[in-house]
Structure formats: C-alpha cells, structure tokens
C-alpha cells in the first residue's frame, strides 16, 4: 500500500501539469491561428496512458489512449484541428481531470460513454472502418460498479500514527487555544503590578533608611549618659523599630522573588501558549486543493447545463488555510462561478460572432497575500452591462432620474454596489440557475461572515473579476489598537501598511485633499473619527504630530489620523453579525482587558469611493465644535453599554452612561440634560419600567424621548412599555444597530 499511495500522490501532480499543457497549447493555438506542437501533445497523452495504467486507472487510459490516437490523426493530417474537434479533445481532458478528481476524493460519478463516443467518432472518420481496440476498461462506469477510492496519506515508516477525532472536540480545542493567548498577556499586566509594587516598596525601604537615622538622633539625645548603651536600646520604641524593619526587609525579599517567579512563568507560558495555538493553528490549516479541487468540475457541470463552453484554469490551490474558512468558500464561489456563466459568458455561436474562441474561459485563483487569502474569479465573458444595471437600479428606485442623466460619471464601485440589493437580477428570464438576484448577495453575506471582503471590477481584456478577500483563520486575528476621541477601535494588521507620524505642515493639498508623500506614493490623508462621523481632532499648531495609519484596500491607500497608537496583539474576533453592527464598516469585536468591547473596523467597507471629497485630517483649535445631541444609555451589562456608546458616538451622538435606573435617574435629577434615553428593562436596583414611569411623571423630564431595548418580547411587556410613555420598544433577540438608529433619527 506504501508504494501505490507514492504512486497516486506522483501521478496526482504529474496529470495536472501534463493537462495544463496541453490545454495551454490548444488555447494558444486558437487564440493565435498557428498550430501546435503536435509532437509535445502526443507524448503527452502518451505519457498520461502509461502512468494511468501503472496506478490501475483503467477509464483514464482508455480516455488517453483515444486521445493518442486522435492527436496522431491531426500530426498526420487525417482529421482537421477545427473548433468542433478541439472541443472533443477538451471535453476528454475535462473528464481525464474529473476521473483523477474521484478516484483519490471520491464524489460523484463520472459519465465518460459520450466521450469516449466522440473520441471514437473521430478516429472513425480518420480510418473510415472500426474504431480502435479500446483499452483493457470498460469505456464507462455505473454507480455501483466500483467504490472510489479515497485520497490516502502517504505516511512516512517513522511518522506517528493518524487519529480520528471528532470536529466538534477539534473546534473547542482551537477556541481553548484561541482563549488562552489572552490569558498570557493578562498575566503580563499581573507582571507591571509586581513592578508598580516593588518600586514602591524601593521607595518606601528609603523613606524607612531616612526616618531610621532621624529617630537614632533622637533616641541618642534623649538618653542620660548614665544609663549607657545597653539602656539605649532597651527604652522606648527601638526594639519594635528594628522588629518593623526586619519584617519589612523580608517582604521585600519575597517582593523580589515573586516577581522574579513570575517573570519566569510568564516566559514559559508565553513560550509554550504561543506554541500551542501555532500547533493548533498549523492543525487546521489545509491546502486550498483539499476543500476546493472539485470547483472544475462543478463549474463544467453548470456551463453544459447553460449550453455553453468553458474551460476551468485553477490555480493556486497548493496555498493553505483554515479548514473551516475554506469550506464556507465553496458556496460563495459556486454563486459567482453560476452569475459569470449565466450573465457574463456567451454562448459559443456568440463567441464565434465576436471574434473570440467559442470556449469560455473561467480562471480561479488563490494565493494568501498580507496573511490573508485571496480569491479572484474571473471570466473573459461580455463584462458588466452598466445600461442594465442603471436600467433596473432606476426601475427600483435605487438611483434618481438626474444621476441617470449622467451615469458616465458614477463610479464603478457604487455601480457594482447595486449587484448586491437582494432581488437586483439584470436577467431577461429566470433559469434554475440564475435571474432571482439572490446568488450575489448571498455570497457578499457569506464572506462578510468570515470577516472579509468581496468586490466586482471590469477585466481589462474584457470580462470581469470578482475578489474575495478574508482571514486565513478565524482562531484569532492581529490587530492594532489605536485611540480615537475616548475610544479604542481596532484595525487589522494586514490591512495596515505602516504607523508613522508627521507634523500638520508636513502635508500638502493635492486635488481637493490633504496628501503626505510615503516613500515615492502620495497617500491621500483624512481623519478616522471624521470618517466614523465624529469631530475630526484638533491640531492648534502646525509644528503638532499626527498619528497616521496608512491602510491598505485592494490597491488603494489611505492616511488615517488618529489620536495615538495603543498597542498590537493578537486576539478573537466576534464578527459583526453575531452583535448586529453594520458589516459594511465593522468586522465585529473583541474584548478588552477591561472587559469591555472594541469595535473592529473594516477598512475596505470605510474606503471612500474613488472621487469622494474626504473630511480633513484635523480641524483648526479656533473652530466653534457644532452641538451634539446627548443622549443616556442604560444598560446594567457593560459589554452592551460600552457596545451601544461606541455606536452611537461612530454616527456623532454625546454618550452618558449609566448601570441602572436609579443611577439615571439621580444623573438627571441633578439637572443632567440630555436629548433622549435608551434603557434595558431588566437591572437591578430600578428595572427599565421604573425608570420610564419616573421619567414621564416629572414635568422637567417628561418630553425626553425613551426607547426601551430588551430581551423581553412578549406582547404584555411591549404592551406594558408602550402603555408607561415608551417612544420605542425594540427587542434585541441579538442587538440591531440599524433598526436602533433609524428610531433615534426619528425621534431627534
């Protein structure tokens, strides 16, 4: 068994590469009109025969040998190397891929009679009598025929022996490895408090030496000389003294040890956590090809549903990432994969009519880029129909009838931005595979669930490519922590290029916006907490730095101004989906070591649109601040409540906090005033019912709307609140930012 599975691992790479050149010589011979290297082809086929049959694939020979067979014919000038027998040799090859695909995977079977008819077909009409002898296999297979085989491992005589484990455990144990990082690095802060404390200790041990030798003087002047020596230390409060300082002496000795302990085991958890979650991370990470080898044939599979002609070119699949991650992929693809071929590809007689090759072609790309993956889709199809798109967009009220008056002007990226509406379909008739206007948006959710990023862009030679970009793992992210007013939002470190600080006179205006040259790019600069919708900060003077960020978005960059620069580690990302945030502007959150969370931005959905006018990066100290509405938020969790303040101060609202109803109510009593109130019902001490009926039977207080956001969704309790003066009631069966702030809009 060792030397077939070396045999099938050999013949898995020698297969692709001799696919990939002949489908290579083919294209290039259609795209060119010059004709191939007949000879190379031949020993191709040849050479995919010979090792098909050293590894017992009986249905790949037979295929190779009709192929060896046809490609002598066409050296020989017997039969023509014309579009309709270039499309036989490429469907041959197509099934010789699948074929390989289920025998070391496994799936479902491959039909090869009607190949093999028209591999025969041909070599009929080359001779004019019997088709050539088969080879020793049945020229196609049954379902029940023969089990597929598996891929094996080729395992080394001294490697250790695989386990099966269930992918429930491997899951709690990667969240467990993901979990403790954190713990280390709390350790480390238990570490700056053991420093904090012998540092203190230093000061008072020479506060303790000072006073020591003021009350040895005192003591000796106090003294009758009579009385002597022995009487000195005998008298008064000396003996304790000496006691107090040798205790005192031997905290600090076990001071210093604790704290030289501790560093040691903060090392070795260091070392040994860090190691465990690579281990972990390394357990999950698998190559591309092991989730996503199949997509050849599946796309095949659609395009001869659709009547049209494609070939497949996969590439990349050897890059690795999270098994998980790679498995969500699948759908995503197949969405875009059935959109391409649906809307984008034509059929051959169309093809034809164009000037280009009556096959299709599909690209698939991977490749792991700033630690994460990438994934580019593309086709050489008609492209993006812009009078389509701006034809439904405005039939859906999506656009207004002046900007269709000049949709010249309307950038690409807001144009593509319609694909994504639910429902939006440029389709003429609804087929089992596309014209709903669902596959794209269910694909752009899906990747937004991995905390990534998908775009359409117009394929310069024409067609169009569509970019999925997400994390290689969802264990734990780097990110960098920067503060902006008094919050702290997190950037994830393979989205940023560089940290840097420059000085306000440092920049210069390029069209209508700041710029700052970075090495030899000019970086356009604009200030994050404008972009957030907040107060760009203050620079008073030119000779005051900025913090900037520069972020990175496909091929785009922006300088972000901050406020400083906190820190950078590694952590667990919720994604935005599970704490209702805008995904367009957060992946999701992470805790801090207070306990509370930080918003994750996503920098791609931050961008402006090329063109945009971007806010300045500071605003001048003389300029009047505009008010801002303020408004209380109630809440006894502070995950929720610090959640909630992040939000609203991110679209420009005043936040105060409180922990319960009673709090909020002392705080307004003493004359707080503020625009609205936005309360949980269950708290201690005063619940959110309480609150609201305190509210509105005081007169100083009974204008200010409250919207009341809770878990209790029964009729009685909506009844209840709206019955005791609630502007609002939303039930946040998980937190609905959106819906949040549309009530608040309408209420200021």
């Known amino acids: 068994m060792d030397i077939r599975q070396r045999l099938l691992a050999a013949f898995d790479l020698e297969h692709k590469e001799h696919l990939a050149a002949i489908r290579n010589a083919l294209r290039d011979a259609e795209a060119t009109g010059d004709a191939p290297d007949l000879v190379d082809i031949h020993r191709r086929a040849h050479s995919l025969k010979g090792a098909a049959r050293a590894v017992d694939l009986p249905e790949v020979e037979a295929i190779s040998h009709r192929l060896e067979a046809a490609f002598i014919a066409v050296q020989k000038g017997e039969i023509p190397l014309d579009a309709a027998n270039v499309g036989v040799f490429r469907r041959a090859l197509d099934a010789i891929e699948d074929l390989v695909a289920w025998s070391l995977q496994g799936g479902g079977e491959v039909e090869t009679a009607g190949v093999l008819a028209d591999l025969d077909a041909l070599a009929a009409g080359r001779s004019g009598g019997p088709a050539p002898a088969p080879a020793p296999a049945s020229p196609a297979r049954t379902a029940g025929s023969r089990p597929p085989r598996q891929r094996e491992r080729t395992v080394d005589a001294d490697s250790a022996a695989l386990v099966r484990i269930a992918a429930q455990g491997l899951e709690r144990l990667s969240e467990t490895a993901s979990a403790l990082l954190p713990e280390v690095e709390a350790q480390a802060g238990l570490g700056e408090q053991l420093r904090a404390m012998r540092q203190e200790w230093r000061a008072l041990d020479r506060a303790w030496r000072h006073l020591r030798v ?196 309307i950038p690409l990226e807001r144009l593509t931005e319609f694909l994504f509406h639910p429902g939006f379909s440029t389709a003429s008739r609804t087929t089992e595979l596309a014209g709903r206007g669902m596959g794209l948006p269910i694909a752009r959710r899906e990747v937004e669930r991995l905390q990534g990023n998908l775009t359409i862009a117009d394929r310069p030679e024409g067609g169009t490519a569509v970019t999925i970009e997400v994390p290689l793992s969802l264990l734990s992210q780097r990110l960098v922590f920067v503060a902006v007013q008094d919050q702290i939002l997190a950037i994830p470190s393979a989205d940023v290029v560089r ?86 502007r957060y992946l999701g959150t992470v805790l801090m070591d207070d306990g509370g ?62 922990v319960d109803g009673r709090e909020a109510l002392e705080r307004l009593s003493e004359g707080m005033e503020v625009g609205l109130i936005i309360s949980d019902v269950e708290m201690p001490r005063m619940d959110g019912f309480a609150l609201l009926q305190a509210v509105k039977a005081d007169k100083r207080l009974e204008e200010i709307p409250v ?38 809009r309408r209420l200021l």
């Open 499 to 584: 940290l840097r600080t420059a000085t306000a006179e440092s920049l210069f205006s390029g069209v209508g916006t700041p710029m700052i040259r970075i090495g030899e790019e000019e970086t356009p600069v604009t200030s994050l907490a404008a972009l957030l919708g907040m107060e760009a900060p203050v620079v008073p003077t030119a000779e005051r730095s900025l913090a900037l960020v520069v972020v990175r978005a496909a091929d785009r960059r922006l300088a972000l101004a901050v406020d400083r620069f906190v820190a950078t580690r590694e952590t667990v990302v919720t994604a935005a989906e599970e704490t209702g945030l805008d995904s367009g």
């Open 707 to 744: 919207i009341l956001v809770t878990s209790r969704a029964s009729d009685e309790d909506r009844e209840r609140g709206l019955r005791l003066g609630a502007d609002a009631y939303i039930v946040k069966t998980r937190f609905d930012q959106n819906e949040l702030l549309a009530g608040i």
């Open 214 to 409: 003021q009350l040895g003087r005192g003591a000796r002047l106090e003294a009758r000389p009579e009385d002597g020596a022995d009487a000195l230390d005998g008298r008064g409060a000396l003996p304790a003294l000496m006691a107090f300082e040798r205790r005192f002496r031997s905290l600090g000795g076990a001071l210093d040890s604790a704290h030289r302990s501790h560093d040691r085991l903060l090392w070795s958890m260091r070392r040994w956590g860090g190691g465990f979650q690579q281990d972990m991370r390394r357990l999950r990470m698998l190559p591309a090809e092991n989730q996503l080898s199949g997509l050849g044939r599946m796309v095949r599979d659609i395009s001869r549903a659709e009547g049209k002609e494609v070939e497949v070119d996969v590439r990349g699949l050897e890059v690795e990432a999270d098994r998980n991650v790679l498995q969500r992929l699948k759908d995503p693809i197949l969405h875009i994969a059935r959109n391409a071929i649906s809307h984008g590809i034509e059929t051959p007689a169309e093809r034809l009519a164009l000037g280009k090759r009556p096959a299709a072609r599909v690209t698939i790309a991977a490749s792991v880029e700033g630690g994460r993956l990438h994934l580019r889709i593309e086709d050489d199809g008609r492209g993006l129909d812009r009078a389509a798109i701006l034809r439904k967009a405005a039939e859906r009220g999506l656009i207004d009838a002046d900007e269709l008056s000049g949709a010249e002007e």
């Open 597 to 658: 969370p930080a918003l994750v931005l996503n920098i791609s959905g931050l961008m402006p649109l090329p063109g945009s006018v971007l806010p300045p990066p500071a605003r001048p100290a003389e300029e009047v601040t505009p008010a801002r509405a303020h408004i209380l938020v109630v809440d006894d969790s502070i995950t929720t409540r610090t959640l909630e303040k992040s939000i609203l101060e991110a679209h420009g609202y005043r936040v105060t906090l409180c």
